[in-house]
């Protein structure tokens, strides 16, 4: 077997692993693999509704793997694309209800001051490990909290004690009646087109620009770039703050397209955290975060159709679709084996 | 004749890439069997054959007479052999026992015993006059007696053969007269040693028997005492091999560099470099001699901008660049080959025709604006790999990693003399080398200073200085003690002045 073919089969595999073991799951507490699945199935490309749904899922992810895929890229690990993304829904639901504007300057406005604000929060980070060696891994962790708290207390604040922002503007909104006419009333916005053209310019960062040779050259060797005369310490705060950048604007997906305000939260949305594994699954590249979001987004909303249409409870679902990530992550694993079989059969 | 090992015909193939070719070592009870080799020539790959990393594609082992299948390192282990990393495998913040018994704790009701482990270390390392404190942190203990660790590592674990890989790369020249000792005690305790390595010097005076390989080819083996380096050195290149570098005599024109009162301390704020005067102008070599270790990392650091100067000055063609930036340093003219070129030199995981762009990634034609322009890096690295015979495996986009430290070196020199700087600075151009790269590293040093260069040259080698320079200057204690002409010296002089002797007790010299 050839390397191409084996890169080939190693996820189709383990996803069908991953599906297999999840079918015994359900088998063993007793309930109708078949019917779960397709309930899954319907749950993701059933109609146009659904399909709509899916890619709005899909969206916020692709920005919270991008996040953390070039957070990597750069030798840098953000345990914060939660808070930076809180932050950012934060700031772009702001300037979406508190100001009006045509909407060619509206949403624009409200998506730079979501990664504006993304991208201020992950600064810190940076800034704390470039000028004190602080690690970055504890302080965007901390400020993942402080993010959650302080965003809780303004709308707080800005709504004499309500637990929801007003409804932005109809003109930094990014939802669109023809998106919603193709797609049978789902709540599917432009935010994809973002996400997209997000991905484009990380590839464009990274591979096509000299910022981005340093960039990479600083995360893998230091010493190595301080001697070819590269400001170590203000490439390691870039890098920070173009992931936040990134953060922020998922943070922005759901202020103006799949929720129009911010609302206090009980928690953390998880979106930021599921972003490292959506990075790892694609490899850390541009287009790989794609294929990482798009599993994740699909498995995430595809699910919540298994209680109704098959009786499955909740629980055993978050099972199944942790296994199936379980086994796309481990594809190294099933990489080994694939190997060792073409191996085998060259022998004889 | 009894043979405690017998390698006989491997061959070992990494898909269409032959490392090994009907390669045959036989390794006598007693003896110490030098394995030569050119780096990349497949005697590492032929060692972790030996020691179960590998699976030979054909050929047979055969240990004490009996065939044996080595599948994997435990089963060498079983078999008695044990292998001294050249890089070691050692816990740092662990104690010299405690990395001993690593992976073989002895217990006691169920906790780990480590007082008989510790009594176990030191009555083998009295048996065999190898000096550790059992109960020391390998942190605390220097690189020789980290080696020692090693070596007391695979003699805890019963070995009778022991393969050393390059055991005297990063050791000082004290440190390897001990390594010398501890081998020969090796043998007389009855054991029997593979020594992995290209320092002819040290397979004359240790080794019995040399088996040399050549491009993945064994070529044979000769007895020691019927040799000599000339041959054994043409044996490993396939040619003859100049070890003195032919040179005309220097030609020095204007001061390129001029420094002055120069005093640098190191990290711990100690001062290293002490007052220190030196100058250097276009057309010569000045070679700086002196033990590791008394200021020469911090004047090269200080001089190339990556470390802060405490006070004096540097000049540069007549300009101050006393703690300017690296880059500006760089682009007022300064070629640097640093001494440690893994942790400077190169990002290792960058494909070594990125690494060729490291110091003009930024500049036209390579960079337009903020876009850069890899089809121009592609084009740059193919001719420096060209002109330097930089062998990779797969051109410009092999990953740097995966290049022999020979080539590696190559490249960054290529990089380096590309740029055409006024004054090209080489520390310890050649380590860890192997003959064929030391003689073209040495002359592309020798072809800049004919070209109007200035060359800085730092080398704890005192054939390298002697052989290269047209100027030594000794460094000890932070300072140039004494300036001598090559042609005129000894290595005893040298050596003497290195050591902080001073040349007026030295006593008449004619």
């Known amino acids: ?18 599906l297999i073991v999840g079918a015994l799951v359900m088998l063993v507490s007793g309930y109708d693999p078949v019917e779960g699945y397709s309930a899954l199935w319907t749950g993701i490309f059933g109609d146009s509704y659904t399909i709509g749904n899916t890619i709005r899922q899909i969206t916020p992810y692709i920005l919270a793997g991008l996040a953390v895929a070039f957070a990597f890229r750069t030798g840098l690990f953000n345990i914060g694309v939660e808070g930076q993304l809180i932050i950012g829904w934060l700031a772009a639901a702001w300037v979406g209800y508190a100001i009006e504007l045509p909407k060619v300057i509206h949403i624009p406005l409200a998506l730079i001051a979501a990664a504006a604000a993304g991208a201020f929060w992950a600064f810190i980070a940076g800034f704390l490990k470039a000028k004190f060696k602080v690690h970055e891994v504890i302080v965007t962790i901390m400020l993942n909290y402080t993010a959650l708290y302080i965003a809780n207390a303004i709308i707080r604040n800005l709504t ?32 994809i087109i973002i996400a997209l053209l997000m991905v484009a310019l990380m590839w464009f960062i990274l591979e096509k620009t000299t910022r981005g040779y340093e960039l990479k050259a600083v995360g893998f060797n230091q010493n190595a770039a301080d001697y070819a005369g590269m400001s170590v310490n203000k490439n390691i705060i870039l890098a920070m703050t173009i992931s936040g950048m990134f953060a922020g604007l998922g943070g922005a997906m759901e202020a103006l397209g799949t929720f129009q305000n911010a609302s206090i939260k009980a928690g953390f949305t998880g979106i930021g955290f599921d972003g490292i594994a959506v990075a790892l699954l694609g490899a850390n590249t541009p287009l790989g975060v794609i294929f990482g979001a798009s599993l994740f987004g699909s498995l995430k909303y595809g699910s919540l159709n298994m209680p109704n249409a098959a009786g499955i409870p909740e629980e055993i679902v978050s099972i199944i679709i942790a296994l199936i990530i379980f086994f796309v992550a481990s594809g190294y694993i099933i990489r080994v084996g694939l190997q060792k079989l073409s191996k085998k059969k060259e022998g004889q | 004749m009894e043979y405690v090992i017998e390698m006989l015909g491997i061959r070992k193939e990494f898909g269409s890439f032959v490392a090994n070719n009907n390669i045959t070592l036989q390794l006598k009870k007693g003896e110490i069997h030098a ?15 030996l020691f179960g990393l590998y699976q030979p594609e054909g050929g047979e082992i055969r240990v004490r007479g009996k065939a044996v299948k080595i599948a994997n390192p435990n089963i060498a282990n079983d078999l008695g052999i044990g292998m001294v990393h050249q890089h070691f495998m050692l816990v740092e913040n662990f104690t010299v026992t405690e990395n001993i018994i690593l992976g073989s704790e002895p217990t006691k009701m169920g906790t780990v015993n480590i007082k008989d482990a510790a009594k176990k270390v030191q009555a083998l390392s009295e048996k065999y006059g190898l000096d550790v404190d059992p109960y020391a942190k390998i942190e605390d203990i220097t690189v020789g007696m980290q080696q020692r660790v090693e070596i007391l590592k695979t003699l805890y674990r019963g070995a009778e053969i022991l393969i050393f890989d390059e055991p005297s790369a990063s050791l000082t020249p004290q440190e390897i007269t001990e390594l010398i000792q501890i081998m020969r005690r090796l043998i007389e305790e009855g054991k029997s040693i593979i020594l992995i390595t290209h320092k002819l010097k040290e397979i004359m005076e240790v080794s019995d028997r040399v088996t040399i390989i050549r491009k993945g080819e064994g070529i044979g083996t000769v007895v020691t005492a019927e040799t000599n380096p000339d041959h054994l050195a043409e044996l490993m290149v396939g040619r003859q091999v100049e070890f003195k570098t032919e040179k005309t005599a220097a030609n020095p024109t204007e001061e390129v560099l001029h420094i002055e009162n120069l005093v640098v301390t190191d990290y711990r704020n100690i001062d290293k470099v002490k007052g220190l005067n030196l100058s250097i102008r276009k057309g010569e070599i000045v070679g700086i001699a002196g033990i590791d270790g008394n ?6 650091e200080a001089i190339t901008g990556l470390r802060r100067v405490k006070s004096g000055s540097v000049k540069l063609n007549g300009k101050d660049v006393t703690n300017m930036k690296p880059r500006h340093i760089t682009e007022e003219g300064v070629g640097h080959i640093p001494q440690d070129r893994h942790k400077h030199g190169l990002v290792l995981d960058f494909p070594i025709g990125h690494n060729i762009a490291l110091q003009t990634y930024y500049q036209s034609p390579i960079a337009k604006g903020i876009v850069m322009n890899y089809k121009k890096v592609s084009e740059k690295a193919q001719q420096i790999i060209k002109e330097y015979d930089v062998r990779t495996g797969n051109g410009e986009m092999t990953p740097a990693r995966a290049l022999s430290g ?22 310890l151009p050649t380590r860890g080398l192997d003959v064929g790269a030391i003689e073209f590293i040495h002359s592309r040093l020798i072809e800049q200073r004919d070209k109007g260069k200035a060359v800085l040259l730092v080398s704890f080698e005192l054939d390298e200085v002697m052989n290269v320079s047209d100027r030594i200057a000794v460094i000890y204690d932070g300072q140039i003690v004494d300036e001598l002409d090559p042609k005129a010296t000894s290595e005893q002089e040298l050596g003497l002045l290195m050591a902080g002797q001073s040349k007026k007790n030295k006593g008449g010299n004619d």
């Open chain 1, 1 to 18: 077997m050839s390397n191409r073919v084996i890169n080939l089969l190693v996820p189709i595999i383990s996803i069908i692993i991953g």
């Open chain 2, 406 to 427: 020979g080539n590696q070196q190559k490249a960054i020199i290529g990089r380096e003399i590309d740029r055409n700087p006024d004054l090209l600075i080489a520390a």
């Open chain 2, 35 to 49: 394995l030569l080799g050119e780096n990349g020539a497949g005697k590492s790959t032929l060692m972790n054959v």
């Open chain 1, 160 to 191: 004499d004690g309500g637990f929801k922002t007003e409804r932005i503007h109809e003109s930094a909104s990014l939802r669109s009646d023809f998106l919603r006419d193709i797609t049978d009333n789902s709540s599917l916005h432009y935010g």
């Open chain 2, 295 to 300: 200021g020469q990392s911090e004047l090269i």
